[in-house]
């Protein structure tokens, strides 16, 4: 036999070429869930319960999209712009890499709820006063990143720019390097940057004044 004889070449069934391809096996669609969970968080001073909520629900589409909290932005919804910056338990968290269910009884604060009655929180009054936004899209995130950001420095938690973490700043000795190093993970496509830092500084005077920030 040559090699040019294929008279003992058994055809494969089935169509060949690009269209034999198992597009459903290679690109699955995600599982759907089998299962849903009770979920109680107190926002802003309410307490909330989601009795039925798919357990792979990020905090931040539970605060937007299940209870009408709009003020908390999705930008990029992977961690990287910062507009969607909430506390939880004081502390500043990115909600749209939280999940909802790791947050049961957890005291979460949005934007929403700085405002006390009818009188603005003095960062967003500051954030008037200085122009420190133009679309406003980011600023809700900002806001609530500049507050924990003035508590983290009264802690004493040094940043990446803190020269010596074992000395870091205190809040009356915060450089604008310190303060724009602490913002960096929010992003403004605006470049209200001057502002927001001029908006942080005014309110930074205050508390090394003596308010507790
Ligand atoms: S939406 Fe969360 S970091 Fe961008
Ligand atoms: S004010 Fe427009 S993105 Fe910041």
Do not use: W
Request: aromatic content about 2%.
């Amino acid at each position: 036999m040559d090699d040019t004889d294929r008279s003992d070449y058994t055809p494969v069934e089935g169509p060949i070429g690009a269209g034999s391809i198992q597009t459903g096996s290679a690109n699955p669609s995600p599982p759907a869930a089998t299962e849903s969970a009770s979920v109680t968080l107190r926002v802003n001073g309410t307490m909330h319960t989601l009795a039925t909520l798919d357990p792979r629900t990020t905090l931040l589409d539970v605060l937007r999209e299940h209870l009408g909290l709009t003020g908390s932005k999705k930008g990029c919804d992977h961690g990287q712009c910062g507009a969607c910056t909430v506390h939880v338990n004081g502390q500043r968290v990115l909600a749209c890499l939280s999940l909802a269910i790791a947050h049961q009884r957890d005291e979460i604060t949005t934007i929403e709820g700085l405002i006390d009655e009818d009188r603005l929180h003095p960062m967003q009054a500051a954030f008037i006063e200085h122009d420190a936004f133009q679309c406003g899209y980011c600023t809700p995130g900002q806001i609530m990143s500049a507050i924990s950001l003035l508590q983290e420095a009264a802690r004493g938690v040094p940043s990446h720019a803190t020269p010596d973490v074992t000395a870091p700043p205190s809040l009356d000795r915060l450089s604008d390097e310190e303060i724009r190093e602490r913002m960096s993970g929010n992003i403004c496509r605006c470049g209200a940057y001057p502002n927001i830092l001029a908006a942080i500084r005014q309110v930074q005077r205050t508390h090394t004044r003596g308010a507790t920030p």
